[in-house]
């Protein structure tokens, strides 16, 4: 009797998402760039179907990729489905990867890793360390995904038509009104970009040196399908 008092006067319940009122099918539905929004702005207008290769978002998929701490088992099945390993969010960069043309295993050939930072809820970000040109090269590259919120709020610079250029105000805000926006409709969103680096390894216990000059890429937003259980249950 107590126990059915208490759940009467109950107004938030709160409860794991992923797998349990979603089908834990994460996927990526968009990817946001400095670019994109702000064509979507000036011309009124978002494609229905977006095509990762315009406004820089290939290339934002690309430095998702190497943070990705997953892998693809063997070759593409005969149902014509991968099987890739990992987490919800890793799989679902990864298989966006595959689907436009994205290996990560390619990619890690063409700037070899050096260091990884698995993600960590207080530090609120992953971040993978790599020579940025070829096996031999002194140049060095950190390329991290995480909260963001955080991630715009750290940035120096973004990313816009391939080269970085000064982060100003407006453009943060512009950044952090589509972040926003895209989180009250319930998807999962994850910041990337990079930074340029002379570090050989990257220091668990000094994260902000990570950071240092990060330019902010692109937003991934991510879809996890509800089930049809979940929908009555809500």
């Known amino acids: 009797l107590l126990a059915a008092e208490t759940l009467g006067n109950t107004t938030i319940i709160l409860t794991d998402k992923t797998g349990t009122i979603t089908k834990a099918q994460m996927r990526i539905a968009d990817i946001h760039t400095e ?3 702000y064509h979507a702005q000036q011309t009124g207008h978002t494609p229905k179907k977006d095509v990762f290769g315009e406004h820089d978002k290939k290339d934002v998929l690309s430095m998702a990729l190497l943070t990705a701490d997953g ?3 063997g070759e593409k099945q005969a149902t014509g489905e991968w099987v890739v390993h990992g987490g919800p969010i890793e799989r679902a960069i990864i298989t966006a990867g595959l689907e436009s043309g994205l290996h990560k295993e390619n990619l890690i050939k063409q700037t ?3 260091d990884y930072l698995p993600f960590d809820p207080e530090r609120r970000f992953v971040a993978s360390l790599h020579r940025s040109g070829g096996e031999k090269s ?4 950190v390329y991290v995904a995480g909260a963001p919120e955080f991630l715009i709020e750290k940035a120096e610079f973004v990313y816009s038509d391939g080269k970085k250029k000064k982060m100003t105000d407006p453009i943060r805000s512009m950044l952090s009104d589509q972040q ?3 989180s009250k409709t319930g998807m999962r969103i994850v910041g990337v970009g ?4 002379t570090l050989e390894s990257l220091d668990v216990k000094n994260p902000n040196t990570i950071l240092e000059k990060f330019v ?3 937003l991934l937003v991510l879809h996890d399908p509800i089930r049809e259980i979940g929908r009555a249950h809500v």
């Open 180 to 182: 926003l926006k895209e």
């Open 216 to 218: 902010f890429a692109g």
């Open 112 to 114: 070899p890793q050096i």
């Open 194 to 197: 990079y930074a340029e680096t």
């Open 71 to 73: 892998y693809v088992e």
């Open 35 to 37: 670019r994109s929004i």
């Open 138 to 141: 002194d140049k060095r590259r």
